[in-house]
């Protein structure tokens, strides 16, 4: 049996961060799904407001991810940082459920839980740290199995969290799951994670952190960022008229979309471990076009279904595509700054960020224009754009 687990995995900084990613992923796994109904049907918030609210969030993760990024990279190491963002955790939603007020809920929206949000990008930098001196093919299956283990939660988490609270009155519960998460996120990474020694790993050019800022920013690396999340935003443009599709052109019911998210969730916890060992035999880029393109052909073929079984006969090439999407970006982003762990690991972060601002701009502009299935088209040619984007800065770096 253990022969069917690949030797990159005993190594005890890589098992402890998986179970933390797990952890992790499990706190937003319990809430997300659930944030809108707690903040506007129970807090009371405007919709208006929960909007500036969500996008303020996701812009402070960003900052903070590059600042600690930086910070955890002259240190040397990232066991302190994950173990102080994973307190914010704990506060952030340990509030919401102690004290569910609209200013509490502001608060751990605005502060706590895009400090604890960090933790992502830091327990990679972890990850990337214990990889150095592997061959890039083990770098890489191992970033694929720690991003599995997200997708993992997302599989299991939602619906027992739902299963729990179904005669609940509220869903504030959530929170309180998710709080216990992050302590035991908290206990894995004191307890079990192996100690570093911070002057030897400290990075060996230390930035400011306007400098640090002004790396991620530089047109090299920044170029490349622009690319890959118009490659990402299709997920996100994915998730937004999935349902909408399903529910109306296709004539599914709300019972559907739960099914279908389960299947593709899981379809992409298998398929995740598949890229990771086809970049054995292939360059990151030239996995991420493959999976970019098979993603393309399954939003085209969405924006076309007019049944039921015409999105679930999808959900395989959708999990195929989603897997390489979400996963092999990890690698090749970090290695944009590679001499720099937890900064290059914070463009995991900007990447969600301008991917998910880029998928709003997608949304607004399709459904404007068209219809939810047109819609769909616009967001498949925006990948496509993206894929020729890093096509041609790669080209050019090759070329230079």
Partial sequence: MTRLIPEVFRDPTIRVSMLAIFAFGFAGAATSPYQSVVGIRELGLSNGLYSALIFSAAAVNVIVSILLGNLADRLGEYRTMML?????????????YVIPAQATFILSALFFLPVYGALNSLLFANVRVATTGMERNDVATVNSGVRAMISLSWVLVP??????????????????FAALACAVCFGLIAVFLPRQNGTDKAATRHLSYLAALGEVVSPPVFARVIAVALISSTLHVNGAILPLIVTGAAHGTVTDIGVLVGIVALLEVVFIVVWGRAQRVMSHVTALAIGTIIYVIYLLLLGLASAPWHVYALTLISGIGAAALISIPITYLQDLIAERPGLGSALISVNIFVSAGLSALIFAVGTGA???????????????????????????????
């Fill in 84 to 96: 102080t963002v994973a307190i914010f955790g704990i506060l952030g939603y340990g509030a919401v």
């Fill in 159 to 176: 619906g027992i969290t739902g299963a729990l609270l179904v005669n609940s009155s509220s869903m504030l519960p959530a929170y309180l």
């Fill in 370 to 400: 068209s219809s939810y299935s047109g819609t769909a088209v616009i967001g498949a040619a925006a990948g496509l754009l993206g894929l020729a984007m890093l096509l041609f800065f790669e080209g050019a770096r090759r070329g230079g």
